[in-house]
């Protein structure tokens, strides 16, 4: 496949009667700080309308739930071969080895690994922040359902691990597609000041690619996948569902969180020589001063150490949850980690939800499922699944058959094409 050319363009027939107007050039070099494109919309940590009702087994097509999926899939056998560390390399090398296109790819009108037909595109999350898509659509007459793949922390819709997943969907299993940078991230960073939340407002990101997606002709059903940061951000919007119901077709988290608060702690603070946490730390640390440089290109030295702090090779985190996001959108610190914390509100997930994790994860330990299972408190439409090893989204390159089907017999499952079952029946 060639490398396209992309030329970004706003669909206006989604975006001109939700009120959607991307940020002015000023306002995206002004402070962090600066007002929302959007009054956020407010949620507390039970329903979304503020009460605390218990998750029910919303039906589904056909008589399906978790419980039979999560059985299929664990008979699927993982069979990791290699060596623990050549299964590591291939795991994080080809994200590793193009991190300077990742970063090229994250600026606008830049060249993007994606084939010749993917669009970029320009849409608003729910509380109207302009992000950016690559969206994929079999433009053959023919209705599929359609997947939204969501990326990590300091990712974007060009991490290889992205744009894999994506080509997979839609070359090799028949999916519509549809690879978004969450606000903050990657080329929708330079559209808006809306800063990180570390799962909710990601969350609405995630359903604001969901409802973009839904609305295209050619789609049928949408599922959400999301990795890492993207993972706890798919929880969120999950949950988010019961006011906004744009995910159809399942939701998919590999290796999520329960706490964003704990989260933040672990980025924030240097772990000592020999802690598995350490390679990761410091692959974080060096994309964090690959960012101070590209805010510092954008803004004055004073407002980039505002948004990252003064003390380069040193980031905190919770410095920025305390003194750049929850100021920003009216929050306190505490409200802020609550509203991002999948823990607080798994119990009342709806939709068809599956976490994937790693014992032997560094970055999300194990222990951050065992508190989700607590949290979840049997909620039937939740299945957690720990698997042996498999590092952080590292699973590919432990068994790269296993993590293919896994996600392909997922996403078949509770995907829509009954309307291709009709055009085949009529055909025959």
Known sequence: MGIADFKRRTKNSKTEDKGYTPDSKAEVQGSSASEPTAAPHMYHHGDVDGDARESVVVPQPDGKCITEIGARLRDIPFSPQRPYLLSLADAYRPDLSKINLDRRGSKPDDVHPYPEGFEKVVFPSLDGTPLVGVLGVHRDGRK??????????LGSKTKNYILEAALEAYSSWDYNVFALDMRNFGESQWLSNSPTTGGWKEGQDILGACRFLGEVEEVTSVAAVGFSLGAGSVVNAA????????????????????????????????????????????????????????????????AASAYLGDKPFSPDYRRYIREISAPHYGLDEETMY???????????????????????????????????????????????????????????????????????????????????????????
């Open 144 to 153: 599929r359902p359609g997947v939204v793949f969501a990326h990590g922390l």
């Open 239 to 302: 949950y988010q569902c019961r006011q906004h119901p744009y995910i159809t077709g399942g939701a998919m988290a590999w290796s999520s969180y329960a706490s964003m608060e704990k989260m933040m702690s672990l980025m924030s603070s240097r772990p000592p020589l020999g802690d598995p946490f350490l390679p990761i730390y410091m692959a974080f640390l060096c994309l964090t001063e690959i960012r101070r440089l590209e805010i510092r290109r954008q803004m004055s030295k004073e």
């Open 338 to 428: 609550a509203l991002s914390s999948p823990k607080e509100f798994i119990s009342q997930v709806d939709v068809p939800l599956m976490l994937v994790h790693a014992e032997d994860d560094p970055v999300c330990r194990v222990e951050e499922m065992e508190e989700l299972r607590r949290s979840a408190g049997g909620n039937p439409n939740v299945d957690i699944w720990v698997l042996p090893t498999g590092y952080h989204c590292g699973f590919k390159g432990f068994d790269q058959d296993w993590y293919w089907s896994v996600m392909r017999t997922f996403l078949d499952y509770w995907a829509d094409r009954t309307e291709e079952a009709d055009s085949a029946a009529i055909a025959s």
